[in-house]
């Protein structure tokens, strides 16, 4: 579809494009969960847009930049869209966030910020939005401190983002889930003081060599490490009491599962691509007493189906069961 805007609806998102006409504010059917737009609308079709957004409050609301229009100058439209619980921006020319402050703390629960040329833009707009439980963060690291206030956050997603610690985050009794992927947040020490934290997943993080903290979180159930190069050693689990799910993908350099099998109640382990391993790496889950299912994505399937003989009471899988996000 190179060269055109999608369809009016598709895949649960519906399109909004000047004129507005009565049609993109039809009842939605069951199946929609995003509206967006990307070229700029007039104050009233804003308004008629927002009041329609009123009705359906479980619908996310993102506007972002398309090559075929003029993008979106600010942010200021949100003085319309006070009652937003879930909002999206991605618009890479925007100078700042600042319409932001149009929107309620009380109201706003999910949020998504995306890339943007400038490097300037600092988190602190994020100060006063106490109520929000899923942060979106796209490559943006300054002001990375405000998020120590935001106390009710159960899910964090930075991509591209570089900060020098990540102590803030072990300010936050509610997170739960963490993905870090891309940019060069390697200190990640601080991960062990983050009370609650079950979910993470690590990927593609430049220069990531130690990883030994992952023993330390004392609630770790799901974890996901993918394609960082450096990463020799894996942690021992024994301690890990709660650790159900891990995978690795790609992970090369890693040879040694040994740690992995320490982790007393671990039914599912998956393997991707990892060009180290061995069938014999899968040694140390003989008899594992918890250990329900594997996936061996090894380099031949001859080699995985030697693991799969190796371990004749596990249930062999072909796919990974990712365990499902509720946050």
Request: with cysteine.
């Amino acid at each position: 579809m190179s060269g055109t805007l999608p369809p009016l609806s598709y895949y649960g998102i519906r399109q909004i494009e000047p004129p507005l006409t009565e049609a993109q504010l039809a009842p939605p059917d069951p199946s929609l969960k995003i509206v967006q737009f990307c070229a700029p609308l007039t104050p009233a079709e804003l308004r008629r847009l927002a009041a329609f957004l009123r009705e359906y409050p479980s619908l996310k609301f993102r506007v972002y930049a398309h090559g075929l229009h003029a993008p979106v100058d600010d942010l200021e439209f949100l003085r319309d869209f006070s009652f937003l619980r879930n909002f999206a921006v991605d618009v890479r020319t925007l100078p700042s966030f600042d319409g932001l402050r149009h929107l309620s703390p009380a109201n706003l629960t999910h949020l998504t910020l995306g890339a943007t040329k400038t490097q300037r833009i600092s988190l602190s707009v994020l100060r006063s939005f106490t109520g929000l439980q899923r942060l979106w963060i796209y490559g943006h690291a300054k002001g990375f401190e405000t998020l120590a206030s935001l106390t009710a956050l159960r899910s964090l997603w930075m991509h591209s983002v570089t900060v020098p610690t990540l102590r803030p985050l072990a300010e936050l009794p509610a997170l739960e889930a963490l993905m870090i992927s891309l940019g060069g947040t390697t200190e990640i020490g601080e991960l062990a003081n983050v009370k609650r934290l079950s979910y993470l997943d690590l990927a593609w993080i430049r220069g990531m060599r130690d990883v030994s903290v992952l023993g330390r979180i004392p609630r770790l159930r799901d974890l996901r490490l993918s394609k960082m190069q450096h990463v020799t050693e894996l942690p021992s689990f024994r301690d890990s009491a709660e650790l159900r799910y891990v995978e690795l993908e790609q992970m090369h350099a890693v040879h040694d599962l040994g740690p992995i099998a320490e982790a007393p109640g671990l039914r599912q382990v998956a393997v991707y691509g990892c060009r180290g391993l061995e069938p014999e790496a899968f040694a140390p889950f003989v008899g594992h007493p918890a250990l329900e299912a594997v996936v061996a994505g090894l380099r031949t399937t001859r080699a995985g189906a030697a693991v799969y003989a190796m371990l004749p009471h596990v249930r062999r899988e072909t796919m990974w069961k990712h365990p499902s996000l509720s946050w």
